[in-house]
């Protein structure tokens, strides 16, 4: 390929992350959270429950995830897709939204 077609095919990349979206709010990223944990974190499945966890007790899984000092079937892959800001930010909201 020539260096022309590969600059060609890398402009429109270029725009789209110059365009990517702003920084998701807290609400927002723990609604993903929902799709296996179930609705305010209180999984009847098979999947753990995580409604009853404190935000420090779910930051610190979410941190362990990311590192791999845990392992899980995708908890892995997901935390790394986080900051640290955003675990914070996640743990955060839910522990609000099941306390009350």
Excluded: K
């Excluded at 609400?27 to 929902?34: H, K, Q, T």
């Excluded at 791999?68 to 522990?95: H, P, V």
């Amino acid at each position: 390929m020539s260096h022309f077609r590969r600059s060609a095919l890398c402009l429109p990349i270029a725009g789209l992350l110059a365009n990517a979206a702003p920084a998701q709010t807290p609400e927002a990223l723990a609604l993903a959270c929902a799709n296996c944990h179930g609705p305010g974190g209180a999984s009847l499945g098979a999947i753990p429950a995580i409604d009853e966890l404190s935000a420090d007790e779910m930051a610190v899984l979410l941190l362990n995830y990311r590192s791999g000092e845990l392992e899980g079937t995708i908890m892995n892959r997901i935390a790394r897709g986080y900051t640290e800001d955003e675990i914070a930010a996640i743990s955060s909201y839910l522990a609000a939204e099941t306390a009350r």
